[in-house]
């Protein structure tokens, strides 16, 4: 994980003002990978007690305008923000637990297209997202367990 001084030369390097907030948002992000906006804003409030939740919205677009961070949001989710940029991998969501694990592409050249596009349209990312069930909450589903977080569960019908 980088330190302090690195993700001050990250901010400069991106022409962005280094601020307790900016510093305090993307070392967040850099230690919860996935993580939604209100778990950002914790960890945030951990560092910076005042600091409102305007001002993590606020951050977090400008990080990810700059390039510092991606937002995925995958259908049914909330958004989500990372630090592994620039390499454009993809997603595995697990329909039970909603965790998210990185997916290296898959066909090895980025942006994993291959076929006909539109003409005069030019690729510079692919977004996929494998949808299915994780070895945790396989494992909890062959034992006949009951599902740990009810909460997330998009395959189901309320």
């Known amino acids: 994980m980088p330190t302090t001084d690195e993700l001050t030369a990250v901010l400069r390097a991106a022409d962005l003002r280094v601020t307790q ?3 305090a948002v993307l070392n967040a992000v ?3 990978p996935h993580a ?8 945030v409030r951990d560092e910076l007690p005042s600091v409102s939740r305007q001002a993590v919205y606020d951050v977090l677009a400008a990080l990810t305008h700059a ?6 949001q995958p259908a049914g989710t909330y958004a989500r923000y ?17 965790s998210i694990t990185d997916i290296d592409c898959v066909i090895g050249e980025a942006p994993c297209l291959s ?16 949808w299915g069930v994780c070895a945790q909450c ?19 019908k309320e």
């Open 67 to 72: 390039g510092l961070i991606r937002r995925i």
């Open 36 to 43: 939604d906006t209100d778990h950002l804003l914790n960890q």
């Open 115 to 130: 076929g006909s596009l539109p003409d005069a349209f030019t690729v510079d990312e692919a977004e996929v997202i494998y």
């Open 82 to 98: 990372e630090a592994r940029v620039g390499d454009n991998h993809h997603h595995a969501v697990c329909r039970v637990c909603g």
């Open 30 to 32: 850099y230690h919860n």
């Open 138 to 156: 396989s494992v909890r589903i062959d034992a006949g367990l009951p599902d740990e977080d009810p909460v997330f569960q998009p395959h189901r």
């Open 21 to 23: 907030p900016r510093v």
